[in-house]
């Protein structure tokens, strides 16, 4: 037994004072043994077993149902380490509040010790970590989530180094629940919250605030984006990453079904929501998924839209804040059949408002999907040929663009913006930037995560192309003027060609657009107009973008790279 863990373990132990602690194995007998503790508690609901077999429901505290920004801190020596996309906390203040919180917290419960490994067991790009937690909720989704139990703690035995993650669902009052980092210890404490993006610390808190600090360190990128692969009726594999902000269409893009009209291509998803990526021996940026399973938005799943989502959660797959119909199968907007008779508070459905929570989720193995690549579990990962950027935009961004090249790619990653979703607590459908949709992940300051971005070019010949894309823009109705979903493949097709060099382009000041000529629309429902609408350039309004994005990097100071700083100042030239 590693002597390091084992001594935090007991210093966990004297500071919560827990009835018993427990090791966690990942056994089948032990999480049968978890979940049925939590049908007798009310923690867990048993589904429908006969529509849906082994599936659960939880109901998480109404106050606690998305990630709660406002109070997810940065804990850094120097608060400019953190920089103004954080809000800071000096670490030895933050230990101090939060400490007062574990203080006997975990009385009356157990406590659980999950050794977890984010990434394939065997792969050398994977990183271990130990979450403590007095929720069983917890630990079956860890479970699904990460590889959790004897395997990851044989690593964190070999290895000696992990992340430590300490969580106690406390009282659940929102004044007392924080979420804090301290990425110089690799240490992560979080309380009073037992939502997905705050309590599965191997999740955001590990694999994306932690990790992309130590990637900045060790010289890799921990990125918010999905990695999938595009395969042609010829049989090439594209394998492309996306960065959208959260509820954007990350997991749905991973999933997506090819349109009947385009027979032959295949999609293979590797992951839906993280991605760490390192320059492989080959020079090839190559990427792993951290994961093992999905926490996906549930609202707008359904046989058109996610028919492999949809599909994989039919059975074994736990449910967060959904509606139940009168036969206690899962309900949810967006579904397109059955009714819903009790909201996700578990209240008589009135009619009004929605059913589920527009944040709720489910989570499942990706060993369900029915597209999982097969070199999803692959040591040395995928090799990337493209990154996208994207969000929700309304308006200005066109459906789809290039970057000239990796620095003003970088640009439009760390200009991008996106309008605000139910994922976090606040308001909705605000534009804000959304910095390679780790506004809310990066653990340090952006001008340095962007500086770490463009030092790649200097590392390899062969980084991918860089696209920016927008499923979202609406007409003056409201509506979405692009289908979406599937249809989303003929943009992917024109990326992949774009990759090797065999689709056309027009030039415009923000990059390369593809006239309505260079796409593949053949069986797709879309009017001359609405087209045109899509693939424009609105110079006027670009101009505008480009003067908001640079009063953006105004706000990192002396921290902007400097050559990030010249590509704005050539782009708004072009502008004019
Ligand atoms: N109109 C439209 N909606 C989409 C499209 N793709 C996804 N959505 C909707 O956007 C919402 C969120 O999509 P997800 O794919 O779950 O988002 P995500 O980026 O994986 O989100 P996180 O798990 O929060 O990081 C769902 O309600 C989807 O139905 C699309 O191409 N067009
Ligand atoms: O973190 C979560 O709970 C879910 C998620 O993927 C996000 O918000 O981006
Ligand atoms: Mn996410």
């Given amino acids: 037994m590693n002597a390091s863990l084992n001594s935090w373990v ?49 109901r998480s505290h109404p106050s606690d149902v998305a990630r ?24 030895a203040e933050a230990h101090r509040k939060i400490d007062a919180l574990f203080e006997g917290s975990m009385r ?114 921990a990125e918010h984006m999905l ?42 998803t590797v992951g839906d929501d993280i991605c760490w990526m390192q320059i492989g021996k080959d020079g090839q940026l190559r990427a792993i998924n951290p994961e093992a399973g999905y926490f996906g938005v549930v609202p707008g799943t359904n046989r058109k839209t996610n028919k492999n989502a949809y599909d994989m959660i039919q059975r074994d797959t736990i449910f967060t804040n959904v509606a139940l119909t009168a036969d206690n199968q899962p309900w949810w907007e967006g579904m397109e059949s059955g009714t819903p008779a009790l909201d996700w508070q578990g209240k008589p459905y009135s009619g009004k408002g929605a059913a589920a929570h527009p944040n709720s989720r489910f989570t499942v193995s990706a060993k369900q999907n029915p597209i999982y690549s097969s070199l999803a579990e692959a040591p040395d990962g995928v090799p990337i040929s493209a990154i996208l950027f994207g969000g929700r935009r309304r308006e200005v961004a066109p459906l789809v663009y290039e970057a000239r090249n990796w620095t003003h790619g970088v640009l439009v990653g760390a200009g991008m913006a996106s309008e605000t979703t139910a994922a976090a607590v606040g308001q909705m459908g605000v534009v804000r930037r959304d910095s390679m949709a780790m506004k809310p992940f990066c653990g340090y300051n952006f001008g340095d995560y962007w500086q770490h971005w463009l030092s790649l070019e200097g590392k390899t010949s062969k980084l991918p192309r860089i696209f920016h894309v927008n499923w979202f ?35 415009s000041p923000i990059g390369f657009v593809p006239a309505p000529e260079d796409l593949n629309l053949a069986g797709v429902d879309l009017d001359k107009d609405t087209l045109n609408t899509l693939l424009s350039v609105d110079v006027g309004a670009w101009r505008q973008e480009i003067d908001a994005i640079s009063k953006y990097l105004d706000e990192f100071k002396d921290r902007v790279p400097a050559k990030l700083r010249d590509e704005q100042r050539t782009v708004a030239g072009r502008l004019g």
Avoid at 30 to 42: A, C, F, K, P, Q
Avoid at 475 to 494: I, S, T
């Fill in 10 to 58: 007991e210093e966990i132990a004297r500071l919560t004072k827990p009835d018993s602690v427990h090791w966690c194995t990942g056994s089948d007998a032990e999480n049968s043994r978890l979940i049925d503790e939590m049908l007798t508690t009310g923690d867990l609901i048993k589904l429908n077993p006969k529509t849906h077999p082994n599936c659960y429901l939880h």
């Fill in 68 to 91: 709660v920004e406002h109070l997810t801190f940065v804990c850094t020596r120097n608060r400019e380490d953190a920089g103004p996309n954080n809000i800071w906390m000096d670490p």
């Fill in 108 to 221: 009356g419960r157990t406590m659980y010790v999950i050794p977890y490994c984010m990434g394939p067991i065997e792969s050398p790009y994977s990183r271990c970590g130990v979450e403590i937690t007095d929720s069983p909720y917890v630990v079956v989704n860890m479970r699904i989530m990460t590889r959790m139990g004897d395997a990851a703690l044989k690593r964190i035995e070999r290895e000696g180094k992990f992340v430590k993650g300490l969580h106690s669902i406390g009282d659940l009052d929102p004044e007392r629940r924080f979420i804090m980092h301290f990425p110089e210890e690799l240490f992560i404490k979080s309380v009073g919250s037992g939502y997905g993006g705050n309590a599965l610390l191997g999740k955001k808190c590990h694999a994306l605030r932690i990790a992309s600090w130590q990637a900045r360190d060790e010289g890799w990128l």
């Fill in 227 to 268: 990695i999938m692969g595009i395969q042609s009726p010829e049989g090439q594999t594209h394998y492309i990453a996306g960065a959208f902000p959260s509820a954007c269409g990350k997991t749905n893009l991973a999933m997506l079904v090819p349109p009947e009209s385009m027979p032959g291509w295949k999609i293979w």
């Fill in 473 to 507: 823009r609406q007409d003056k109705n409201g509506k979405f003027m692009w289908p979406g979903f599937g249809e989303n493949l003929r943009v992917l097709q024109w990326i992949a060609n774009r990759c090797e060099g065999k689709a056309g382009a027009t030039e």
